[in-house]
């Protein structure tokens, strides 16, 4: 497919856009990538995406792919010659798209309820959200990655949020490592790997992000 034209619309900070950069990355297909303003969104962003009008986008040849397992699946039929992504067994692939599916229902909200709530209400998230850590810690189990020896589907689907750990941590007051070390030396041995390395921003930026939207909210003032 040497005339493809590949764009992603995405947002740097997005856990989301992340595992359709780091699969692009792992299949090696070359893109062009948009900075989009989540604030004030562009007209290709909503004509591309018109009924969630939120990131990532992929647009392969001119048509959209929302959502982004849904873009990692199709990375992965598209892109078959290099690097599979899912596994081949079809039970593994079912298990791979259950823990994705998981990932996807949980963390997200928990996540952000860590560092934009006060109290009651975030002590919760918090310990929901470690209770999420350790199952996904149980599913790793003694393998390198989720999919065993090899790198994939899992893997990506998770990995964004390592970047927002020092976020979690910073305003919610308690270390990931010490409640799931076993899933930080995963993260850190995804972040050895090029694609993860070069789709993830720093920890630190990311909490800078978090500090302002915060101020928004109001939450920064005793």
């Avoid at 989009?36 to 969630?52: A, F, G, Q, R, T």
């Avoid at 596994?87 to 996807?104: T, V």
């Avoid at 919610?172 to 930080?184: D, H, M, W």
Wanted: aromatic residues 14%; hydrophobic residues 40%.
């Amino acid at each position: 497919m040497v005339n493809d034209e590949v764009i992603l619309l995405d947002f740097w900070p997005s856990m989301f856009g992340m595992r359709l950069r780091i699969a692009l990355s792992e299949k090696e297909v070359k893109y062009e990538y948009k900075e989009e303003d989540v604030w004030n969104k562009s007209p290709l962003l909503l004509e591309m995406n018109p009924i969630h009008k939120k990131v990532p986008v992929l647009i392969h040849n001119g048509k959209p792919i929302c959502e982004s397992i849904i873009g990692v699946e199709y990375i992965e039929e598209v892109w078959k010659d290099k690097t599979p992504l899912l596994p081949s067994d079809p039970y593994e692939r079912a298990q791979a798209r259950f823990w994705a599916d998981y990932i996807n229902k949980k963390l997200f909200d928990l996540g952000k309820k860590i560092w934009s709530t006060k109290g009651e209400e975030q002590e919760a998230a918090k310990n929901d959200f470690i209770e999420c850590l350790k199952i996904l810690e149980g599913a790793l189990g003694e393998k390198p990655y989720f999919g065993g020896d090899n790198f994939g589907f899992v893997d990506i689907a998770l990995i964004g949020y390592y970047s927002w750990f020092y976020a979690y941590e910073t305003y919610g007051n308690f270390s990931i490592e010490a409640e799931c070390p076993k899933l930080v030396a995963w993260a850190k041995r995804c972040m050895q790997r090029d694609s993860v390395a070069n789709s993830l921003p720093d920890q630190h930026k990311v909490c800078e992000f978090v500090s302002v939207a915060r101020q928004s909210l109001e939450l920064n003032k005793k």
